[in-house]
DNA sequence: TCGTAACTGCAATATGTTTGCAGAAGCCAC
DNA sequence: GTGGCTTCTGCAAACATATTGCAGTTACGA
């Protein structure tokens, strides 16, 4: 487990077991990608096949815990895990086609300040649900074949 | 079922069944709350105790197909339900209390043109997750007993 | 190297949602 | 109104994801 999450686990007193370095691992290769639990887990597995789901489970909600993971919500299904980055950021969902896209956090200051004036509420993350360029254009084309005869 | 839906169901050629008008109406008199099939099962049930939960789901998958009801995710276990209003709102949730406050469409402009013009993402709903006024003051009043005495 | 507390694998459990099927009932034609 | 066809419902079982209890294993400081 290199970078900081190893320090972090041995200072606080936590045991630098294999499956933990692995899952980390995972993620941190993974950077930019937005996988589940199953997905950690098959990924550990291909290299280390006995490691056992519920562990994949229990490592996941300790380095949420932590703030060295990211846990985040895409829709309703399943939970996503991502490495928590120094500059957070936020996420596009097409709800057509399921791509996920980032934003970054700066352009939502105005949100931010909105949000804060209105509600006196503090945003930490933010979801948008919509489609994406490629599905709207797919539907878009579609709308066209569909009216093309007058 | 009063309304629109009536209508829609009928004219679709669906069946109007005493099922299907007892969720509209709980979802209808609950305007401005999020409920979760149980909740829409329970109320149902209120009235008429023999109606099944999967009943209560296989009609909001229908109301949802036909854009009659909205399906929403807020946080990651379960999904929430409510009318569709012909103008569409956000939803900005405290990750610490739980509470869901509503955003109007109209304040998020800016950042649906944002999406539109550096993604060509059309936005379709929004939710925001961090703290919200009370959490954030009882952090607060939480942080300054701890650093009071210097 | 040893001892102990922390950790893991496994199987069982919890929770939310979906599905197959047989019987019930809405709705159209008469 | 009555019948008949087809959709819909209740029920139970299956499914998907996540959590937990426990016995055995392992990391790690002494
Ligand atoms: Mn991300
Ligand atoms: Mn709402
Ligand atoms: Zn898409
Ligand atoms: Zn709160």
Redesign the pocket.
Known sequence: MTHHATRTL?ELG???????TMVWEVLRRTRGAHL???DVCAQVQADFP??????V???L?LLVGLKLVRETCLG????YYEVEEEVPHHHVVCGLCGKVEHLSDDSLQTTRHLLNHVLGFEMREATFFGVCRTCLSAVNEGEEEHHAHP
């Open positions: 041995q936590y045991r630098l077991t294999p499956q933990r589940s639990a199953e006995h490691v056992n789901l519920s562990t489970y229990r490592t909600e309703s299904d399943r939970r």
